[in-house]
């Protein structure tokens, strides 16, 4: 395994960043997590586009062209062998300065891609779903941190996580402040109500997920309706289907929300025709990008 360190490939046992680094110290920094199908980087310019954004947000300057990056990534792909599946990891942080906060005397952002394999959830819970709980830990505001921004600091939803696992689930659904559905933890949230697929909007303070947009498109395509839209909670209790999108999930049907099976406690129609669609998007040429 070779991890790319600003430019260069190392070994994983050397892959090392400095103590010093504020995305160590700070949580400074953004990143993205990518699937590799077939070989190939899926949906390279939406996360190239995200990223930057990303990193315009907070500030930070990428010391690498979007098209340096992308071919970076491939050469991690070739070098590392990763024919089939795989997952990208391309971390920038704000690099090593002082002890203090001031992120502009950190002089150059560190950068590393790390390409190796990715821990799916296990198949089965495809055909049964998935429980989730509604964590009652509010997701961070878009005043505090924007959520659109894909950073390193992963506390606000780690800790939310960690109400799931406290009850032997993998994933919770976050509040806004307002007491709207956000997203999940790792993964955006979709319900169908009467054939109609209903997902918070980019207003409700989430991570503009890529596997959500591709969801979204590829329902628009087969003929689905699609709301963007507030809901709170007790409209999941009385969804037709609920499902996840995220990167490493693809799309995870939820049977059970808190102690409410949804409809017959199965994967849904529509979730079922989504997840195909989706396996059938990546043999295209489409999703790369
Ligand atoms: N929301 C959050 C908080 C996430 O961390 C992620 C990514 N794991 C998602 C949504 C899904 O985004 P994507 O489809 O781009 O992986």
């Not at 049964?128 to 964590?135: K, L």
Request: glycine share 8%; aromatic share 8%.
């Amino acid at each position: 395994m070779k991890i790319w360190m600003d430019g260069e490939f190392v070994a994983k046992e050397d892959a090392r960043i400095s103590v010093y680094d504020h995305g160590l110290l700070y949580g400074d920094g953004v990143f993205e997590g990518i699937r590799i199908y077939n070989g190939k980087v899926f949906q390279r310019a939406a996360h190239m586009d995200r990223l930057f954004s990303s990193a315009e947000k907070i500030r930070l300057e990428i010391p690498y062209s979007k098209a340096e990056l992308v071919e970076a990534m491939d050469l991690c792909i070739r070098t590392n062998g990763l024919t089939e599946g795989g997952y990208i990891r391309l971390v920038v942080t704000r690099g090593a300065g002082t002890l203090g906060l001031h992120p502009f005397w950190c002089p150059k952002a560190s950068v590393f891609i790390i390409a190796d394999q990715i821990q799916l959830y296990p198949t089965e819970l495809y055909e049964t779903g998935m429980g989730v709980i509604v964590a009652k830990r509010p997701r961070i505001s878009p005043e505090m941190l924007d959520p659109a921004v894909k950073s390193l600091n992963y506390l606000n939803n780690i800790l939310a996580k960690v109400e799931a696992i406290d009850v032997g689930l993998l994933e919770a659904v976050m509040l806004n402040d307002q007491g709207n559905v956000a997203e999940c933890t790792g993964d955006n949230i979709f319900l169908v109500d009467g054939g109609v697929l209903v997902t918070p909007p980019v207003s409700a303070g989430i991570l503009i997920g890529v596997t959500r947009n591709v969801t979204i498109m590829l329902a628009k395509r087969a003929g689905i309706a699609v709301v963007e839209r507030d809901f709170k909670p007790a409209e999941l209790y009385e969804a037709d289907e609920i499902f996840v999108t995220g990167t490493a999930a693809e799309i995870m049907a939820v049977t059970k929300v808190d102690d409410k099976v949804i409809a017959d406690g199965k994967a849904g129609a529509v979730t079922r025709q989504l997840l195909q669609a989706f396996r059938d998007f990546i043999e295209t040429d489409e999703a790369y990008e």
